[in-house]
């Protein structure tokens, strides 16, 4: 490797010349995590475990702008705004010694605008935009432009780009609206994370009716479309999107058996066993040739910022599975998702992708 990190040739023991460092374990290039929100590194511990997904997006939507549960005091929002940068501060150094060099990082505010400045990590800033009522839909997409600018404008050599943030949470209107506006791009969702998305729009039932009731969302305008999610969703995108999918952890075969669009499938298994304790169909995924990539989520719903951890949940989890292909996922698989495999993602002539040593059941970045 140069000095720089790029990898200047991959060259047999004998030919490597006197300045060889022999290492334990496995060297590997560093992980990409597909699906994070650094802006939520203030809520560790804030959620119980296994509330289900319903409960859990009510305690976010009541606690991340006041996670403590405190009197707001004058000076209260200042006050968070500190305690959230200090947050996503160790969030990063957590990501960057574990071995992360890349994330796809969802943003609901530009709060991470500054700390992405000078990070020593590559971003993927997914600006998400929600609303389950159509009249709120243009709205909500001028606000969430707004934010993508300040990212924009920040001029980092990093990607931007609007996303949906989930079926039971975007209308029609506004997938409709976000399709012209994501022409080309890589964009992301959160998918079929609950049983209970699928029985909302198959039959218009289950858990999300009490949801909307309890934020005073009419939903009299939405009509069931008889097909799970995925099925309902994916079709609005027909402009070309390559599309990060994330849980899917009840995603069936037959979902994703006519897919023509790109797409990458996600796995956040620590997620998914902190909120509805269940694990993502990773034998499914496997046996139907998908594009699978790695996430952590968030600290809101993880125990750790980790790729090497969601690794050996996943060795845990599913024994069957190699390592070689659980790292694939984490390096190659992931920097193909997110558009960066020219420079991250494996050991070649020319990229940057970054040295992480694994050994004795932890990873950490080397430096080259
Ligand atoms: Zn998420």
């Not at 699978?292 to 996943?314: H, M, P, R």
């Amino acid at each position: 490797m140069t000095s720089n990190g790029s990898v200047d040739a991959i060259v047999p023991e004998n030919e490597a010349g006197d300045d060889v460092q022999p290492l334990n374990g496995i060297l590997s290039p560093g992980f990409i995590n597909a699906h994070c929100h650094i802006e939520l590194s203030h809520m560790k511990a804030v959620i119980p475990e296994h509330t289900g997904l319903v409960e859990f997006v009510k305690q976010i939507i009541y606690k991340r702008e006041n996670p403590f549960s405190e009197n707001l005091s004058e000076d209260y929002f200042e006050k968070l705004l500190d305690i959230k940068h200090k947050a996503m501060s160790r969030a990063v150094d957590e990501l960057y010694n574990s071995g992360t060099v890349a994330v796809g990082d969802i943003c609901n505010t530009a709060d991470s605008v500054e700390l992405k400045k000078d990070s020593p990590l590559y971003w993927h800033n997914f600006v998400e935009v929600s609303g389950f009522v159509d009249a709120v839909a243009a709205k909500r997409l001028a606000t969430a432009e707004d934010i993508l600018l300040s990212f924009i404008k920040a001029g980092a050599k990093e990607g931007n780009s609007l996303s949906p943030h989930a079926p039971y949470s975007v209308s029609a209107a506004l997938f409709k609206l976000l399709n012209e506006k994501t022409t080309g791009q890589l964009i992301s969702i959160h998918n079929q994370e609950t049983l209970a998305e699928n029985e909302l729009y198959i039959n218009k039932t289950g858990a999300f009716l009490e949801l909307y009731e309890g934020l005073g969302i009419n939903i009299d305008h939405f009509l069931p479309t008889g097909k799970t999610s995925i099925k309902s969703w994916l079709p609005y995108f027909n402009n070309g999107q390559k599309i990060i999918s994330v849980h899917n952890t009840f995603t069936s075969a037959d979902d994703i058996a006519h897919n023509a669009s790109p797409i990458s499938y996600c796995v956040c298994i620590n997620a998914n066993l902190y909120i509805e304790n269940c694990l993502p169909p990773l034998d499914m995924l496997m046996d139907n040739g998908c594009h699978i990539v790695l996430g952590t989520d968030s600290y809101a719903s993880n125990w750790q910022l980790n790729i090497f951890e969601e690794i050996k949940s996943i060795q845990q989890h599913f024994p069957h599975i190699s390592l070689e292909n659980i790292l694939k996922w984490a390096t190659s698989n992931g920097a193909r998702a997110l558009g960066i495999d020219d420079f991250f993602g494996s050991f070649e002539k020319g990229k940057k992708p970054g040295l992480v040593l694994i050994d004795a059941g932890i990873a950490r970045r080397m430096e080259a």
